[in-house]
């Protein structure tokens, strides 16, 4: 086979793949999917499992095994051909996946094959029935043909409206400068920021400083300025990005674009038999009701109240002064600096990426009863990539992975676990998973090691969580194995939980030495770090919380125009907030995530996650943390089953009751408060 994307004997050939290989493997696998569905169809006659829902399973695992490497190459080996290629199959695999999305020969077969076979068919083989079937009644398969139209058309309209909101956002971000000729109002500012500013200026003929909207900038403006003016400024600036308020009023106003998105998200979601988004949305998630949301989040927002206030209460203090919106950031971190002086200069020396990744393989072949071996030579992308061997406590292995942890030209920024290989069993044939752990961590330097931040080192844990999920499961039915057909708000269980272990004292010891003496980390060094984790943590709660109440209200609502978005979120920080906010904050309007992206309604996801993962964390912190008796037992409960439990009958599972908000509430040093009668 001269096509190695086509060649899915072993692992990839990442040597032999170049970009002129990829549009014809894609392009042939999907003109092959599209008969064989027919065939299949045609074939399962009456449908059963074995002749329905498995060729089906085989055609996509083929379908992602081709497509792994190069959606991989295409982050972390990017060239200008390989883009282009990736860029071209995009399209095709989208029309091909909204095609079988909406495919009603198969939402019927699927259908009547659960009606026949459900009661003869294992829990997890009715889950992924039940899930499919769900997918395409949201896609609006069972639809009458005229609101089945309206419905496709809503989508389409949403899909632009999304866009525009976006490009109201990024011109409003772009279209503000400020040029600054006396150095005096940069006072504070850290060096970089000063000479990415100065060089701002330079490349439109100025002399002096340009400062902008870019995050890193505005955040540093904010944090570090000693110029209150300029913080006042700037910030006006930010809040009242594509608004009708604000330097640019109007211009890239986003309040019609939300209303009318509001309005057609109600309508959908009316034509599919829900009373509004919020419902519809809930749908696919693990949280039960709209309800059942907002006394999640209004339950976490009374009992860390107390705690913000006296956070706040602090910063006032040592400011010396009433604080203004504008002042809030920038005398948290003199009070920061004041109280933990932790610098990660301080603390790299301490986590040299090999004794990290040792320590942190130590950690969990305890906690799951595996082992992580060097995997032998196999073909990779880069000479710093390394690959292993997961094996379970007898020798068998159970699956692989790439590690390739530094930053490099042509890799893209950021850290995330990829796919390479899903596990599957077809008949006799067993494929076992593989993954991808990427990070950008700065990169050995002549002699010196790859040296960590503390940052670095928790970052590394939330992505090797994913890659445990991806790696441990026992389910071979792809849809459901690993991460696949986990609820969205239950799939950062496995990675938030594992952060946990960064933080704790017995296996930060295991993780860090200094790379030249060998010495161990100061426990005062320690100390501080630990106690830095939850600075104003309750001030962050409540900031999370007021987002995603506001976001599961507004669309849990009638629509509103653009007036009636912003007294939402006005009601919403009168119940919530601590932190004083202008009349002119328009925040919702640069709302990317349930506007632009596809957090809609479900916002609260990175809140329910933290609970499940802190609560799933409690019962190591009550068994001893490197118990292998808790993590044999989350490894079976959480981590095996993947997708083909509900997430609620696994956390019970492990558990043995519903999630706590406790947990969380003292992993964050939030005090419990009193909770008042209902
Ligand atoms: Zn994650």
Same mark, same amino acid.
Request: proline share 5%.
């Given at each position: 086979m001269d096509n190695p994307l086509l060649?899915?004997? /072993?692992?990839?050939a990442f040597s032999r793949i170049?970009?002129?290989h990829v549009e014809p493997a894609i392009r042939q696998l999907l003109a092959e999917n599209r008969a064989r569905v027919e065939d299949i169809l045609a074939a399962a006659e009456p449908p059963r499992w074995d002749n329905l829902v498995m060729p089906l399973e085989a055609l996509d695992h083929r379908l992602a095994r081709a497509w792994a490497p190069v959606g991989h190459l295409n982050a972390v080996h990017n060239t200008e051909a390989l883009r282009k290629a990736y860029n071209a199959c995009l399209p095709l695999l989208s029309d091909y996946s909204s095609e079988l999305g909406q495919h009603e020969g198969l939402f019927r077969a699927f259908e009547r094959l659960l009606a026949e076979q459900g009661p003869h068919l294992q829990p997890g083989q009715r889950k992924i029935l039940e899930d499919a079937l769900r997918e395409f009644r949201l896609a609006g *398969?069972?639809?009458a043909p005229e609101p089945r139209a309206r419905f496709r058309a809503i989508m389409q309209e949403l899909s632009t409206l999304g866009a525009r909101f976006e490009e109201n956002l990024l011109d409003a971000t772009q279209a503000w400068r400020l040029h600054v000729t006396?150095?005096?109002?940069?006072?504070?500012?850290p060096e970089g920021v000063r000479e990415r500013a100065a060089a701002a200026a330079k490349s439109r003929g100025l002399d002096g400083w340009t400062l902008t909207l870019d995050f890193p900038c505005y955040h540093a403006v904010m944090c570090h300025a000693a110029d209150r003016e300029l913080r006042h400024q700037m910030y006006e600036a930010w809040v009242t990005r594509?608004?009708?308020? /604000?330097?640019?009023?109007?211009?890239?106003?986003n309040g019609p674009v939300m209303a009318d998105i509001l309005r057609l998200r109600e309508e959908a979601a009316r034509l599919l038999g829900f009373a509004n988004y919020a419902e519809l949305s809930l749908?696919?998630?693990?949280?039960?009701s709209v309800d059942e949301v907002r006394a999640f989040l209004e339950d976490l927002a009374r009992r860390s109240r107390g705690a913000a206030e006296r956070e706040l209460e602090a910063v006032r203090e040592f400011a010396g002064q009433s604080l203004a919106a504008w002042d809030i950031a920038y005398w948290s971190e003199r009070l920061r600096e004041h109280e933990y002086q932790v610098s990660d200069e301080e603390l790299?020396?301490?986590?040299p990426a090999g004794r990290v990744m040792s320590g942190l393989f130590d950690t969990v072949a305890r906690l799951f009863g595996i082992r992580i071996v060097p995997g032998g030579q196999v073909e990779t992308w880069d000479p710093q990539v390394e690959f292993f061997r997961i094996e379970d406590g007898d020798g068998r292995p159970i699956g692989y992975l790439y590690t390739d942890l530094y930053a490099r030209e042509q890799k893209r920024g950021g850290a995330w676990m990829d796919e390479c290989i899903g596990r599957a069993r077809f008949g006799n044939e067993v494929s076992l998973p593989a993954a991808f752990l990427v990070c950008n961590f700065m990169p050995p330097v002549g002699e010196r090691p790859g040296l960590l931040s503390h940052d670095d080192v928790v970052t590394l844990f939330h992505e090797f969580g994913h890659c445990l999920h991806h790696l441990l499961t026992? *389910?071979?039915?792809p849809s459901a194995a690993?991460?696949?057909?986990?609820?969205w708000d239950a799939v950062e269980l496995p990675s938030q939980f594992l952060e946990n272990f960064a933080w704790h004292p017995e296996v930060i010891e295991r993780l860090s030495?200094?790379?030249?003496? /060998?010495?161990?980390?100061p426990r005062e060094l320690l100390d501080r770090l630990i106690a830095s984790r939850n600075f104003q943590s309750a001030m962050q709660m409540l900031r999370q919380v007021e987002f995603a109440l506001f976001d599961i209200r507004l669309h849990g609502r009638e629509a509103t125009d653009a007036a009636g978005i912003v007294e939402e979120l006005d009601t919403v920080r009168r119940q919530v907030a601590v932190v004083p906010y202008p009349d002119?904050?328009?925040?919702a309007h640069s709302f990317s995530h349930i506007f632009g992206g596809g957090?809609?309604? /479900?916002?609260?996801s990175y809140k329910w996650a933290e609970v499940l993962s802190a609560d799933a964390f409690g019962a190591f912190e009550e068994n001893? *943390?490197?118990?292998p008796e808790t993590g044999r037992r989350f490894r079976e409960c959480i981590l095996e089953v993947g997708g083909s439990v509900e997430p609620m009958d696994a956390f019970v599972a492990f558990r043995g009751r519903p999630p706590e908000p406790d947990a969380l509430l003292r992993l964050a040093g939030i005090d419990r408060e009193p909770a008042p009668a209902a």
């Open positions: 060649d899915q004997a /072993g692992l990839p170049r970009p002129s *398969v069972a639809l006396d150095e005096q109002r940069l006072e504070g500012l594509a608004s009708d308020h /604000g330097p640019s009023a109007g211009k890239f106003d749908e696919t998630k693990m949280a039960a790299r020396p301490y986590f026992k *389910v071979e039915w690993g991460i696949n057909g986990v609820a030495a200094h790379y030249e003496t /060998g010495a161990a980390l002119f904050n328009r925040f957090y809609a309604a /479900g916002y609260y001893g *943390v490197l118990d």
